[in-house]
């Protein structure tokens, strides 16, 4: 099977400090949180292509926490770290995201996993930012390459392991 890369909708709202991303996956939604929650997959498929992903804290359960960070050329380039709120398994994701960078701009991010027709995925994360400064310092920060490198990485993976 070879990987169908979809298009990432990336929504700013413009009367509260939100982003909402939507995207589909030709895959089951138990694989798309699979690979959201098993470490070992996770840091194969988030973020651009020019970054390795090296996780150094990772307990996926309700209540527990994560950190990674994105190397290039051997070296640390950013540092990312929060909680898992809520996990419930093949649906939903609640967590904490937050740029060891921007320590006060913690975002509070929903993702949940909707299956759609031909057992595909459409997943849905709702980011919740502190205020619009730091809402519009994501989105230019070059979050949408990460985003879309990112998910395209992660179709390939998902094919592959279909």
């Given amino acids: ?3 169908t890369t979809h298009e990432t909708e990336i929504l700013a709202d ?6 909402r991303l939507v995207r589909d996956f030709d895959a089951a939604p138990e694989q798309v949180f699979r690979a959201h929650i098993d470490p070992e997959l996770y840091a194969q498929w988030v973020g651009p292509h ?14 527990g926490e994560w950190a990674f960070a994105n190397d290039r050329g051997g ?15 093949d649906e939903r994701i609640v967590w904490t995201f937050t740029y060891d960078g921007e320590p006060d701009g913690v975002a509070l991010e929903t993702l ?9 995925t459409r997943l849905r994360v709702l980011s919740v930012v502190p205020d619009f400064a730091t809402r519009d310092g994501m989105l230019s920060s070059g979050m949408d390459v990460g985003i ?3 998910y395209a990485k992660l179709d390939a993976l998902l094919a592959k392991e279909a």
């Fill in 112 to 120: 949940t996993l909707e299956e759609i027709e031909g057992g595909r």
């Fill in 148 to 150: 879309n490198e990112g």
């Fill in 14 to 19: 413009d009367k509260v400090p939100t982003i």
């Fill in 50 to 63: 020019s970054v390795t992903t090296r996780i150094t804290r990772w307990d996926a359960r309700s209540g």
């Fill in 1 to 3: 099977m070879t990987a």
């Fill in 75 to 89: 070296e640390e380039i950013a540092a990312f770290h929060g909680s898992f709120h809520e996990v419930r398994p």
